[in-house]
Structures are given as C-alpha cells and as structure tokens.
C-alpha cells in the first residue's frame, strides 16, 4: 500500500500540505500527536546526519514512535515528506529591501543567503534536482525575491528569470563541487596527475604549465566569490547593452 500510494501521488494533496490547506492536517481519527512540521523536522535531521538516501517513512516512523502506516496520517508518502522538508529549511528569504547598492549587491547578498542553506543541507541538491517537485511558499519566495531583486535593471521578465535560475545554478554547481572535494580525494589527484604529466607533459603543455603555476594549489578564497563576479558581471554587461525606455 505505501508503495502505490507513492507512486499514485496526487500533486494537489502534496500542494495542500505545503501550503497548509486545512492545516495539514488529519481530519478523522483520534486527535493526532504530531503535525507535518513535526515530520519534516525528524526527515531533515536524519537527511543532514546521514544523507538524503537514509531517509525513508519508516525510518522517519521511529524516531516518532509510531507505526510506517501511522505516519502516512500526517504525510501521505516519502515525496510529499521530502517537498516539504524543503520547503522548511529554506524558510524565510533574506530582506533585500535595506540592502544598499542595487540590483548587483542585492543579488549576491541573495545568493549568498542560498550559498549558506545549501552548504547547511547539501541534501537540497537531490530533492530538486532529480524531480520538478511541488513548490511551497518558502521556495516560491525565495525565487520571488530574486525577480524583485532583478526588477530595476530593465530586463525583460524572461531574462530576470534567467539571471535568477543562472545564479542559483552557480550556488548548487559549487555546493556539488564542495561535496566531491576531500583532502584526501585531492592529495591521490596530485599524487596520480603529477606522474601522469611527468610522462607526459609534452602532449598537455597549456595543463602542465597551469599546475606548476599553482592552477590547483590549496586556497581560503572566498569560494563563491570568482564565480558570483563573473555571473554578475555578465547580467550587467547584458543590462548595459540592452535598450531602455
């Protein structure tokens, strides 16, 4: 029954929790122990201890003491449960509305606001990126306030989108990035490519050149800045080159 109710999946009934249509809640039964936000809050912290592959309803049904057929009382499958995990860490967008220096301070501020909950919950990566998932109020938001960031630059509305969804793309690319980089992932790297290039440093010339010089050397740079800049100088070259009323 789990199983086909999952796979059966109701986008509205998914849509009505994340928007909390009756409160989400139960409607028949006894009184109920536990809310949808209680369940979210047990799926996020089993996804952030332990990867989004570990969670699952009966997981999520024990750390609740109560049955896997119980839960679906509160959520009605493992999909619905992650949207709305989602929705709940990313909560609130930041208030750009204080934030001096336009559009371009006001975005980056916004995207490092997003920087900072995906590193938290480097999940997120999966539960949206696999799927075209509902969207709750905190995820509508937080796009919501790109667009509004993006207003005053004369764009059209397709190309504020696209600024948006690019710099989002930058935020989720670097977190992946974060994810695959070990210390130790990075020193058999070095150790394996110096002896490759060391045979063959004439057939790899520009590559070689750019290791010697330090191209993968160690950094505490900022490492959403080079790649924020150069998102953000490309939309205001774009804002400079278009026509304006």
């Not at 860490?89 to 909950?117: I, K, Q, Y």
């Not at 004439?202 to 070689?208: G, S």
Request: proline letters at 8%; a negative charge; glycine letters at 8%.
């Amino acid at each position: 029954m789990p199983a086909n109710k999952e796979s059966n999946r109701d986008p509205g009934t998914s849509l009505a929790l994340l928007w909390d249509v009756g409160n989400g809640r139960p409607r028949r039964g006894p009184k109920p122990k536990f809310t949808p936000a209680d369940v979210a809050r047990r799926g996020i912290d089993i996804a952030d201890s332990e990867g989004l592959e570990a969670l699952s309803m009966q997981r999520v049904a024990e750390t609740l003491g109560l049955t896997t057929m119980a839960l679906y009382r509160y959520v009605p499958g493992k999909p619905d449960l992650i949207d709305l995990m989602v929705d709940t860490v990313l909560s609130d967008p930041p208030d750009l509305a204080h934030v001096p220096g336009g559009w371009r301070s006001r975005l980056e501020t916004w995207a490092r606001a997003c920087w900072n909950v995906y590193r938290a919950h480097p999940w997120i990566l999966t539960a949206t990126g696999l799927r075209r998932q509902a969207m709750g109020p905190h995820q509508v938001a937080w796009l919501d306030t790109a667009l509004a960031a993006l207003e005053p630059t004369g764009l059209s509305a397709r190309r504020r989108h696209d600024a948006a969804i690019l710099v989002l793309s930058l935020v989720r690319n670097l977190t992946q990035e974060a994810l695959d980089t070990t210390e130790e992932g990075n020193e058999e790297w070095d150790r394996l490519t110096t002896h490759q290039l060391t045979r063959h440093a004439d057939r790899f010339p520009a590559l070689t050149r750019a290791i010697a010089e330090g191209a993968f050397s160690p950094t505490d740079e900022d490492p959403l800045a080079f790649g924020l800049t150069c998102v953000l100088d490309g939309i205001q070259g774009l804002v400079d080159s278009s026509p304006h009323p």
